[in-house]
């Protein structure tokens, strides 16, 4: 069993949806939590972090954590066409020397005008 | 100012070959990450530099593959004897320092295939 679990979609929603993405993990030590946007052929972009449980919203964006069932999520709303890539999370322990980041495989998303 | 660069963007070897992959950081990144993406799977950790030193070697999948930074900038990832499963993207990252806050950015990667 891996150490993230993501799914791998792709999902497909049309322009103006809410979307919802998912990510379960295993290790309770994991502390710092990251969602990436990977375009096509692109490297990975930093989109959101947090540390806590709770919501975290920046415009469109709001990534959710529940350390207690393991969970977090990212919502985005109001979605457009340009929010199509793959959306990957990662994790961290706090104290990690290093910084060595665990990620899920990325969920596929696709907007359609 | 610049971001992450990454040579080749694409390479295309035979199985038995050599290959140099090449990354030139952001300006001033003490840390500096390589990864690798395989079809379907997340990105994986290969290897992290501080500095030109290199406390964390564990993800290398075997002792084929090495990397060395030279004067706490450029970092070359060397696969000696390439095989087919060495087939992926591999991806460089640089952040400013080594701590979990400190944000990794991300190069554009190089594509490689082993034929």
């Known amino acids: 069993q891996k150490e993230v679990e993501q799914d791998p979609g792709p999902l497909s929603v049309p322009e103006g949806a809410i979307v919802s993405l998912n990510c379960t993990y295993s290790?309770?030590?994991?502390?710092?939590f990251m969602w990436y946007r990977q375009y096509s052929r692109k490297g990975p972009e930093l989109l959101m972090y947090?540390?806590?449980?709770g919501n975290k919203e920046d415009g469109r964006f709001t990534a959710q954590v529940d350390k207690s069932s393991k969970y977090i999520s990212l919502f985005i709303r109001d979605s457009q066409p340009s929010d199509s890539a793959t959306y990957l999370c990662?994790?961290?322990?706090?104290?990690?020397?290093?910084?060595?980041?665990?990620f899920g495989g990325g969920t596929r998303l696709m907007v359609k005008p | 100012g610049a971001g992450v660069s990454q040579s080749p963007s694409n390479k295309v070897t035979e199985k038995g070959k050599d290959v140099e992959l090449r990354c030139d950081p952001i300006?001033?990144?003490?840390?500096l990450y390589w990864y690798r993406q395989s079809l379907g799977q997340g990105l994986e950790f290969l290897i992290y530099?501080?500095?030109?030193?290199?406390?964390?070697k564990s993800g290398l999948p075997s002792d084929r593959f090495s990397a060395e930074r030279t004067g706490g900038s450029v970092s070359t990832l060397t696969i000696q004897r390439t095989q087919q499963e060495d087939s992926a993207v591999y991806l460089c990252?640089?952040?400013?320092?080594?701590?979990?806050?400190?944000?990794?950015?991300f190069g554009p990667g190089t594509r490689l295939t082993v034929l």
């Open positions: 990252a640089s952040s400013l320092g080594g701590r979990t806050t400190d944000t990794q950015y």
């Open positions: 290790n309770s030590a994991f502390q710092y």
């Open positions: 947090t540390y806590s449980s």
């Open positions: 990662a994790m961290s322990e706090i104290n990690n020397a290093g910084n060595m980041l665990t």
């Open positions: 300006s001033g990144h003490t840390a």
């Open positions: 530099f501080q500095g030109n030193s290199a406390p964390d």
